[in-house]
T-cell receptor
Framework: NAGVTQTPKFRILKIGQSMTLQCAQD?????MYWYRQDPGMGLKLIYY???????DKGEVPNGYNVSRSTTEDFPLRLELAAPSQTSVYFC????????????FGPGTRLTVL | QKEVEQNSGPLSVPEGAIASLNCTYS??????FFWYRQYSGKSPELIMS????GDKEDGRFTAQLNKASQYVSLLIRDSQPSDSATYLCAVNRGYSTLTFGKGTMLLVSP
C-alpha cells in the first residue's frame, strides 16, 4: 500500500495562476480531506468528501474547489492564486469519518509570489 | 471562537522526564479525541486516540480524558530527544471532521 500520495511536493505560482494539487489513496477509504497549515498554526480544513460524488466545505474554502469522481482521488483546485494561499497543504483519508485515525499524505508546499 | 486550545510552547523537558501536554475543547458533544505528532517538515501521525473518560496507556504514552472539564492531556514518560516534535490535539466536529489545535512544541534536551 502506498497510503496517501500527493503531488507535487513543491510548487511556486505567480499571482493569478491556477493549479491542481493531486491526492490519491489506495486504502479504499470513504472520507478524504484537504487541510492547509500555516507556520505555527494547526490544520485548517478546506474541503472534505464522505464518498465519491459528495463534497462539502470546511472552515476555509474560499479560493479553492474540489471534486471526487472516484473513491481513490480527491484533487484540490486553486483558481487565481493569491499570496494568502501560500501554505503547506495536506490531504488525509479515513474509513469512517471522525471516529478513526486520519492518514496523512506527505504534503505540498505551495508558494504564491 | 477557538474550539480546541493548546499552549503553543515550547515545552522544554530534560531527557528521561515526564512531558505533560494539555488541550481544552469547547464542544460538549465531542466524543473522539486524538493526539498527533508532527516532526518539522513532515505530516502528522497518530499517537493516541481516546473516547472514554479516564486514562489510556500505550507504551510510554498516556492519554487522559475528562469530559466534564472538557480537557484532554497527553503524558510522555521517559522523554527522549526523538520525542521532540509538535503535538496536535484533535477533536471530532460532528460525524465527519476533526478540529485541530495549533499544537504544542515539545523540546527534549539530552
Amino acid at each position: 500500500n502506498a497510503g496517501v500520495t500527493q503531488t507535487p511536493k513543491f510548487r511556486i505560482l505567480k499571482i493569478g495562476q491556477s493549479m491542481t494539487l493531486q491526492c490519491a489513496q489506495d486504502m479504499n477509504h470513504n472520507y478524504m480531506y484537504w487541510y492547509r497549515q500555516d507556520p505555527g498554526m494547526g490544520l485548517k480544513l478546506i474541503y472534505y468528501s464522505v464518498g465519491a460524488g459528495i463534497t462539502d466545505k470546511g472552515e476555509v474554502p474560499n479560493g479553492y474547489n474540489v471534486s471526487r469522481s472516484t473513491t481513490e482521488d480527491f484533487p484540490l483546485r486553486l483558481e487565481l492564486a493569491a499570496p494568502s494561499q501560500t501554505s503547506v497543504y495536506f490531504c488525509a483519508s479515513t474509513f469512517t469519518g471522525a471516529t478513526n485515525e486520519q492518514f496523512f499524505g506527505p504534503g505540498t508546499r505551495l508558494t504564491v509570489l | 471562537q477557538k474550539e480546541v486550545e493548546q499552549n503553543s510552547g515550547p515545552l522544554s523537558v530534560p531527557e528521561g522526564a515526564i512531558a505533560s501536554l494539555n488541550c481544552t475543547y469547547s464542544d460538549r458533544g465531542s466524543q473522539s479525541f486524538f493526539w498527533y505528532r508532527q516532526y518539522s517538515g513532515k505530516s502528522p501521525e497518530l499517537i493516541m486516540s481516546i473516547y472514554s473518560n479516564g486514562d489510556k496507556e500505550d507504551g510510554r504514552f498516556t492519554a487522559q480524558l475528562n469530559k466534564a472539564s472538557q480537557y484532554v492531556s497527553l503524558l510522555i514518560r521517559d522523554s527522549q530527544p526523538s520525542d521532540s516534535a509538535t503535538y496536535l490535539c484533535a477533536v471530532n466536529r460532528g460525524y465527519s471532521t476533526l478540529t485541530f489545535g495549533k499544537g504544542t512544541m515539545l523540546l527534549v534536551s539530552p
